[in-house]
């Protein structure tokens, strides 16, 4: 009972046209306040409990998404915002993209529109927090085949702290 | 003696949390918001203890590890020395620099527990809580230190006989104002300041680690407004029934708390890490030194200018 009280979020923006991050910055003003439920933005995806998504996944995108997931610690939800993580929205069939939200991550509350309103974004963080009552800690640590491919592989994404050199433009 | 004991852990607890609720819903009020149920740092301690912890690999465990326990448990003993709603502690061990260390300790857990993330904004907020502690103790340690010369005792039981600011108000207007710094709030949030470091020590943290080390910092944001009520207030008004007493103290600290910290948080953005410094150790440490000065050279200016009121 008491997930569904505080959920904390963690927004990420996985190639979105910024109109879905207006209104998901909107959820925290006096107008829709979001806090009234517990809603928390938290800057670290550790501390996180939902993931809201805004955007079609890009390609560069993918290996940063899936990492972010996994470091989620479980029980965790997610929740599409906007017509683009649900189909592609406008985008679908673009080169740069690799699909829909629920072929990388799996996907627990849809919230439809382009964009969606703020208090349906609100009800689908809601949805998602009630979803996380049931869950286990321990179980469900739904690792997706596409992070250990990301995992094995040479990956761009580097989380140790980069020296100067490896900047591009630091020599200038 | 047991029983006093689990009243003060099991009291200083509730009372921490419901703070952080009422804080939160002030707050919002100021901001026009409507702001969360005032149970609501309850909802988020027990879901954090039911999730998952994770340790990163680039950490040293056990140091990640033992400084939320080590947050939490210096907060349980300096609860049990400080008066609490009660005109004596409820151990009578401890004294007034036993308690000044004890409130440092969540700062230094903090330190310890951001330098072993491994995380480089772990590091940034370590060195930024350094700053912070230097910054606020030093005005707070010359006021304490003025009440207990002129208390003539350490004894946090003989020192709170006396209710301090009617003899030495700058000391406690010195001390009062540090209390935002040893929130951690807004304006001097600097070692967290989730927009710009991403929580800084916090940032690896999740789970029951993370409840316990929140729950050390609300603690001491609880014990530190109780240390200045018994010192400054004194403990002569608790001569009610024990649960009367409970809530006259903790009306006290709301009010210290909701005035000082929240209006405030709400209502001011976050401050540059060298201006801190600046801050603290011109106008609330001179407040607090002139205090001293004059309490040493004998002035004793409240009676000289509030003789005819008896003080």
């Given at each position: 009972m008491?997930r569904?009280?505080s959920p904390?979020v963690y ?10 991050d207006i209104?998901v ?6 107008r829709?306040?979001?806090e009234r ?5 938290v800057g ?5 409990d939902v993931l ?7 390609k560069?995108m993918e290996?940063?998404?899936?990492m972010?997931y996994e470091?989620?610690?479980n029980?965790k939800?997610?929740?599409a915002v906007g017509s683009?993580?649900t189909?592609n929205?406008?985008?679908d ?13 799996p996907?627990d509350v849809y919230?439809?529109?382009?964009p ?9 963080i ?9 869950r286990r800690?321990g179980k469900?640590?739904?690792r997706?085949a596409r992070?250990?491919?990301a995992m094995?592989k ?7 702290f980069q ?10 | 003696?047991i029983?006093s ?5 099991v009291?200083?607890f509730v ?8 804080r939160?819903?002030?707050v ?5 918001r409507?702001?969360?149920?005032i ?8 879901k954090?203890?039911s ?6 690999n680039?950490t040293s465990?056990l140091?990640f590890n033992?400084?939320?326990i080590l947050s ?7 609860a ?23 409130l440092?300790?969540p700062?230094?857990?903090?330190i310890?527990?951001g330098?072993?993330s491994g995380?480089?904004y772990?590091a940034i907020?370590a060195?930024?809580e350094v700053a ?9 340690i010359?006021?304490m230190?003025t ?7 350490f ?9 301090w600011?009617?003899?030495?108000p ?7 104002w540090?209390?935002p ?9 600097i070692a967290?300041?989730?927009t710009?470091i991403v929580?800084g020590?916090y940032v690896?943290?999740?789970g029951?680690?993370l409840?316990l080390?929140q729950l ?6 609880f014990?530190y407004?109780s240390?200045i009520a018994?010192?400054f207030f004194?403990?002569?008004?608790y001569h009610?029934?024990?649960a ?7 009306a006290?600290?709301?009010l210290?708390?909701s ?10 953005g976050?401050?540059r890490v060298t ?10 440490t ?8 004059l309490y040493?050279?004998?002035v004793r200016y409240?009676?000289f200018l509030f003789g005819?009121a008896?003080?």
């Amino acid at each position: 009972m008491f997930r569904a009280r505080s959920p904390w979020v963690y927004f990420i923006n996985t190639g979105s046209c910024n109109g879905c991050d207006i209104e998901v910055l909107a959820i925290q003003s006096p107008r829709y306040s979001a806090e009234r439920y517990g809603v928390l933005r938290v800057g670290s995806p550790r501390h996180a409990d939902v993931l809201v998504v805004t955007g079609p996944v890009t390609k560069r995108m993918e290996d940063r998404l899936t990492m972010i997931y996994e470091q989620i610690p479980n029980p965790k939800a997610v929740v599409a915002v906007g017509s683009c993580p649900t189909s592609n929205g406008i985008f679908d069939g673009g080169y740069s993209l690799t699909g829909p939200l629920d072929t990388v991550i799996p996907v627990d509350v849809y919230v439809m529109g382009c964009p969606p309103r703020p208090l349906n974004i609100v009800s689908g963080i809601l949805k998602a927090a009630k979803m996380l009552d049931s869950r286990r800690k321990g179980k469900g640590g739904r690792r997706t085949a596409r992070f250990d491919e990301a995992m094995s592989k040479e990956t761009t994404v580097d989380l140790k702290f980069q020296s100067s050199d490896n900047v591009p433009g630091a020599e200038e | 003696m047991i029983a006093s004991i689990v009243v003060a852990l099991v009291y200083a607890f509730v009372a921490a949390l419901l703070l952080q609720g009422i804080r939160r819903i002030v707050v919002a009020h100021s901001q026009f918001r409507k702001g969360p149920s005032i149970f609501q740092a309850f909802y988020d301690f027990f879901k954090l203890m039911s999730k998952e912890s994770l340790t990163p690999n680039v950490t040293s465990p056990l140091l990640f590890n033992l400084a939320p326990i080590l947050s939490v448990a210096s907060m349980l003993v300096a609860a049990l020395i400080i008066p609490l709603a009660a005109s004596t502690s409820a151990v009578s061990v401890g004294d007034l620099i036993v308690v000044i260390y004890l409130l440092a300790i969540p700062p230094i857990a903090l330190i310890l527990g951001g330098s072993a993330s491994g995380s480089p904004y772990g590091a940034i907020g370590a060195a930024r809580e350094v700053a912070l502690l230097i910054a606020y103790e030093t005005p707070f340690i010359v006021a304490m230190v003025t009440v207990a010369l002129a208390a003539g005792s350490f004894q946090l039981n003989t020192i709170s006989a006396t209710a301090w600011i009617s003899v030495l108000p700058l000391a406690a207007i010195a001390a009062i104002w540090t209390l935002p710094a040893a929130a951690a709030v807004q304006p001097f949030d600097i070692a967290e300041a989730p927009t710009e470091i991403v929580s800084g020590p916090y940032v690896e943290y999740s789970g029951p680690n993370l409840a316990l080390l929140q729950l050390g910092q609300w603690l001491k944001i609880f014990l530190y407004a109780s240390l200045i009520a018994a010192v400054f207030f004194g403990t002569a008004i608790y001569h009610f029934q024990p649960a009367v007493n409970f809530v006259i103290q903790f009306a006290i600290i709301v009010l210290l708390v909701s005035a000082f910290i929240a209006f405030w948080q709400a209502t001011s953005g976050r401050t540059r890490v060298t201006r801190v410094l600046k801050y603290y150790w011109t106008v609330p440490t001179m407040l607090a030194i002139i205090d001293l000065v004059l309490y040493l050279a004998g002035v004793r200016y409240m009676h000289f200018l509030f003789g005819w009121a008896g003080l």
